[in-house]
């Protein structure tokens, strides 16, 4: 079993469901309402504690519910905080949309003291990422902090992932930093200029991440799958009915760096991010919809 960790946010998912988004200065009838775990490094986080891996988070939280919200989901998915905790700064929480009808999301993240996360932290932190397998981490906190990690881990030979979400302008040279990076369709096109919406689209696209420097591009795309480049289109599984797709990118991750630090191949991993996300969708909310190891490979077979 290797080891991973994560660099990134947690923030305290409030989702609505509803038939449509409010226009601006409206109120309308909600069908739902939930609070809980979330942020796109906490969730894959916790993806990945359920499923078995050794794991790790390097994050800053506030003093206040919301952060003691966090230290018990990590608890609860055998994750190992590694954390600055302060009473200045509030913890962050995000606005999710939920359609009633499709599953499909909007967000509004507010990072709130994660925001706040700079290079120091990879650091203070040297050693504990120096020995890991795999080094995981998105763009909800600071772009800089997330150089730092990569360089870092890409130093010692460990196996890097950048998650590049939510999109965002990235510096040129990050790319040659990544062994793995995990765009969606919206994220590749914000990264190459290059529309995504076919197996072809993807190829091309991948094509493109690569000559920037990546080693291996893995485009996500829904319902479709996942492009793995030199390989092809990685179909999705079916699961089941969808219930909600908010944390299906974050349990693709999760389960990715899991797969690769244990040693399984670039195309084995894949299909267990596939796996991973296929369940993670059929149950609603974010770090509570992510499945366990044995239903994992149950689904698998």
């Known amino acids: 079993m290797g080891s991973l960790v994560v660099l990134g946010v947690f923030v305290a998912d409030t989702s609505f469901r509803a038939s449509r988004m409010p226009k601006m200065g409206e109120t309308i009838f909600g069908d739902s309402f939930a609070l809980g775990p979330g942020g796109k490094g906490s969730n894959q986080a916790v993806a990945a504690g359920k499923l078995g891996a050794d794991v790790s988070i390097i994050s800053c939280l506030g003093d206040d ?13 055998n994750v190992k905080p590694v954390i600055i905790q302060t009473k200045n700064a509030y913890t962050g929480a995000a606005f999710i949309f939920v359609d009633a009808k499709s599953g499909d999301n909007a967000i509004i993240v507010s990072p709130g003291v994660a925001a706040e996360i700079t290079p120091s932290i990879i650091t203070e932190n040297h050693a504990l990422i120096a020995s890991a397998d795999v080094f995981i ?57 290059f529309p995504v919406r076919t197996e072809k689209d993807a190829e091309i696209a991948a094509e493109a991440l690569a000559k920037k420097g990546v080693k291996t591009p893995i485009i996500t795309m829904g319902e479709q799958g996942a492009y793995l480049y030199g390989h092809g289109m990685v179909p999705a599984i079916n699961a089941g009915p969808v219930v909600e797709t908010t944390g299906a990118g974050d349990a693709f991750n999760g389960a990715l760096a899991t797969a690769l630090a244990e040693g399984k191949s670039p195309l084995a991993a ?15 909310g974010t770090a509570p919809a992510m499945p366990s190891r044995e239903e994992v490979e149950q689904l698998l077979g």
């Open 137 to 193: 981490t998105q763009l909800e906190q600071p772009i800089d902090a997330a150089y730092a990690g990569l360089k870092l881990a890409r130093e010692h030979g460990n196996i890097t992932i950048l998650n590049p979400a939510p999109a965002a302008e990235l510096p040129e040279d990050i790319f040659a930093l990544c062994d793995y990076l995990t765009p969606n369709e919206t994220e590749t096109e914000a990264i190459t200029g």
């Open 65 to 77: 519910d919301f952060g003691q919200m966090a230290l018990q989901t990590w608890q609860d998915a």
């Open 270 to 284: 894949v299909r267990f991010g596939c796996a991973t996300a296929a369940l993670s969708v059929t149950r609603p």
